[in-house]
């Protein structure tokens, strides 16, 4: 593959149609400053701030846009917002679609065959795998990105986080909690 | 088409493995890959939609066989092929042998947050009327078109409510072929798990899916 991929950039840049430069470039923007970091920013500040939050599910574009992520792969996001009573869970079972700005390049889980075959129809087996137990009475909506929009979950806030700033809520943020296979970290696990 | 990328609902995959601490890439050639994608994206030459139909429309044995960046690879090879900008002996020789063609534009280093900033928006401002509202219960049709489509099988002939309407957007079933942007309204469907895996489904699941205009009737 190494070598496949060597002679085909060696090609196209022989050819003027791509800059090696450029390559690097987009490279070290989703290796580095675009990840799921972003979202958990998000997500804090839907926990702190109740007009942020409100934004957000109404217009996510325009809310997560606020905070400066916005773009390829994220040209329409949407909020969704976890309940007691509701969990919401995104895959898309036609390839890969995610919500680049907010999560970065999705993980090859979420791009393999046992997720996109299995989230739509046993989503509670799913969860398990992920060692996830929700409630029998929880509804499930599962949310599959066959266009172009992109979803991004607003996992319950933990109890035990009063007073937390955002910066120390982002922590408890994880990915997977931003796409419904997980749950956000517990107070205990993170330090302040 | 009807092929190994519609995945929803196929039994036999197995376990969900998610590994800890993955790394974004697992090699280097998956990361030229990914950029090398990306910069011909934006030289113009084709769009999301026909680099998508180029992953997808491949022998299901010949897609379930190779890894993602794989298949992303092939899509690849197969779009600059096709539209001669680069052909199978180059790319087994690793240098130039045919004249090269003119292209829209090379992505220079100081346009690469610029591009990826502004993305490609597939909304179109079109004065088309609705034909569904919020709340409307529809069937998605039982269509099984050999060209792109983005309606899974799972749902087809389905019926399910309209829970959200996000204007007109670009249709990839026609924009993948070079056939127009012929922007549609999009909705999103929900359907509750008994109408799409029988009556020993989750009760307490629904499965939404975006929509095309094109893709839904009423309801019967």
């Given at each position: 593959m190494q070598v496949r991929v060597r002679a085909l950039e060696s090609v196209l840049v022989e050819k003027g149609y791509v800059d090696p430069a450029a390559l690097d470039l987009l490279i070290e923007t989703y290796e580095t400053r675009v990840g799921p970091h972003n979202g958990a920013r998000v997500i804090a500040k839907a926990w702190s701030d109740p007009e942020f939050r409100r934004w957000l599910l109404a217009d996510g574009s325009a809310a997560i846009g606020s905070l400066g992520y916005a773009g390829r792969q994220g040209e329409n996001m949407v909020a969704l917002e976890n309940t007691p009573r509701v969990h919401n869970m995104v895959v898309c079972t036609l390839c890969s679609c995610y919500p680049w700005p907010v999560l970065g390049l999705p993980p090859v889980w979420y791009k393999s065959g046992p997720y996109r075959s299995r989230a739509v129809a046993d989503p509670r087996g799913v969860l398990r795998d992920f060692g996830v137990e929700l409630a029998p009475e929880v509804k499930i909506r599962v949310w599959d990105s066959t266009a172009e929009v992109r979803y991004l979950v607003v996992p319950i806030r933990p109890e035990g986080t009063d007073g937390w700033t955002d910066g120390e809520l982002a922590r408890l943020v994880t990915r997977d909690s931003m796409i419904g296979t997980g749950l956000p970290k517990r107070p205990q696990e993170v330090s302040r | 088409m009807n092929g190994a990328q519609d995945m929803g609902g196929v039994h036999g995959f197995g376990a969900v493995v998610a590994e800890s601490d993955e790394p974004v890439f697992h090699a280097d050639w998956e990361r030229r890959v990914f950029a090398l994608t990306l910069a011909m994206g934006a030289t113009g030459e084709w769009d999301l939609d026909a680099s998508r139909f180029?992953?997808?429309?491949?022998?299901?044995?010949?897609?379930?066989?190779?890894?993602?960046?794989?298949?992303?690879?092939?899509?690849?090879?197969?779009?600059?092929?096709?539209?001669?900008?680069?052909?199978?002996?180059?790319?087994?020789?690793?240098?130039?042998?045919?004249?090269?063609?003119?292209?829209?534009?090379?992505?220079?280093?100081?346009?690469?947050?610029?591009?990826?900033?502004?993305?490609?928006?597939?909304?179109?401002?079109?004065?088309?009327?609705?034909?569904?509202?919020?709340?409307?219960?529809?069937?998605?049709?039982?269509?099984?078109?050999?060209?792109?489509?983005?309606?899974?099988?799972?749902?087809?002939?389905?019926?399910?409510?309209?829970?959200?309407?996000?204007?007109?957007?670009?249709?990839?079933?026609?924009?993948?072929?070079?056939?127009?942007?012929?922007?549609?309204?999009?909705?999103?469907?929900?359907?509750?798990?008994?109408?799409?895996?029988?009556?020993?489904?989750?009760?307490?699941?629904?499965?939404?899916?975006?929509?095309?205009?094109?893709?839904?009737?009423?309801?019967?």
């Open positions: - | 180029a992953r997808e429309n491949r022998p299901p044995d010949e897609y379930l066989d190779k890894s993602y960046y794989e298949i992303w690879l092939a899509g690849l090879e197969q779009l600059l092929a096709e539209r001669g900008l680069a052909t199978e002996a180059e790319l087994t020789a690793g240098r130039e042998l045919e004249p090269r063609k003119r292209i829209g534009k090379t992505l220079a280093p100081p346009d690469v947050a610029a591009e990826l900033g502004r993305g490609s928006p597939t909304n179109r401002d079109v004065p088309r009327p609705a034909t569904f509202q919020i709340g409307d219960r529809v069937r998605a049709r039982n269509i099984n078109p050999l060209s792109h489509t983005r309606l899974p099988r799972y749902v087809r002939g389905r019926i399910g409510t309209i829970t959200a309407a996000h204007g007109c957007h670009v249709f990839p079933d026609t924009n993948a072929h070079g056939l127009g942007e012929e922007p549609q309204w999009l909705y999103t469907v929900s359907f509750d798990a008994h109408e799409l895996w029988g009556p020993d489904a989750d009760a307490t699941l629904a499965v939404s899916v975006d929509a095309f205009e094109p893709y839904l009737e009423p309801a019967p």
